[in-house]
T-cell receptor, first 107, second 116 residues
Framework: GESVGLHLPTLSVQEGDNSIINCAYSNSASDYFIWYKQESGKGPQFIIDIRSNMDKRQGQRVTVLLNKTVKHLSLQIAATQPGDSAVYFCAERQYIFGTGTRLKVLA | NAGVMQNPRHLVRRRGQEARLRCSPMKGHSHVYWYRQLPEEGLKFMVYLQKENIIDESGMPKERFSAEFPKEGPSILRIQQVVRGDSAAYFC??????????????FGPGTRLTVL
């Protein structure tokens, strides 16, 4: 069956360093992926998306990389800030979500 | 333009009671999605609705759970005869268009259901 999973449940990063959050998926036919950020007590918030005809997409301080060969995508956050502390989910198409990775930013 | 609104934000029920969770999508959005999230876990899709239609309910438990999105008014997720295992955060999201798999979803703040 389809699944979207994350490799690391918790990632601790020093403030100012870059963060990399990984996600694996199993459905090779998937053509659209989304990263969401969920802060404590709040609903998820869209960060960035990527379609399968791309292998990289950049936003403000964030970059998503898609490797269709190994069915893997990553979210890179540059110069991580305390406000980046949250749980990050990758999602396949509209509503298949991975488990999430908690990002902790250390001062 | 107000975001997705959910109420109540917190709901406490005793076992066997009914829980009704409401979701008002963003203005102009005709598609609503419901998710359940257990503590320290991801979002589990439950149901996808368009006004007066259920598009995909593959994530809904077969018993006790139902959802509707009437022509007028909010979407309702209804849980009958609640059990402790229903305790979770329930999130609603809305999107604006039909058909496309590329629609961004906008999430509400969630309803935290506690079953005593």
């Amino acid at each position: 069956g389809e699944s979207v999973g994350l490799h690391l449940p918790t990632l601790s990063v020093q403030e100012g360093d870059n963060s990399i959050i990984n996600c694996a998926y199993s459905n090779s036919a998937s053509d659209y992926f989304i990263w969401y950020k969920q802060e404590s007590g709040k609903g998820p918030q869209f960060i960035i998306d990527i379609r399968s005809n791309m292998d990289k997409r950049q936003g403000q301080r964030v970059t998503v990389l898609l490797n269709k060969t190994v069915k893997h995508l990553s979210l890179q956050i540059a110069a991580t800030q305390p406000g980046d502390s949250a749980v990050y989910f990758c999602a396949e198409r509209q509503y298949i979500f991975g488990t999430g990775t908690r990002l902790k930013v250390l001062a | 333009n107000a975001g997705v609104m959910q109420n109540p934000r917190h709901l406490v029920r005793r076992r066997g009671q009914e829980a009704r969770l409401r979701c008002s999508p963003m203005k102009g959005h005709s598609h609503v999605y419901w998710y359940r999230q257990l503590p320290e876990e991801g979002l589990k899709f439950m149901v996808y609705l368009q006004k007066e239609n259920i598009i995909d309910e593959s994530g809904m438990p077969k018993e006790r759970f139902s959802a509707e999105f009437p022509k007028e008014g909010p979407s309702i997720l209804r849980i009958q005869q609640v059990v402790r295992g229903d305790s979770a955060a329930y999130f609603c999201a809305s999107s604006p268009r039909t058909g496309s798999s590329y629609n961004e979803q906008f999430f509400g703040p969630g309803t935290r259901l506690t079953v005593l």
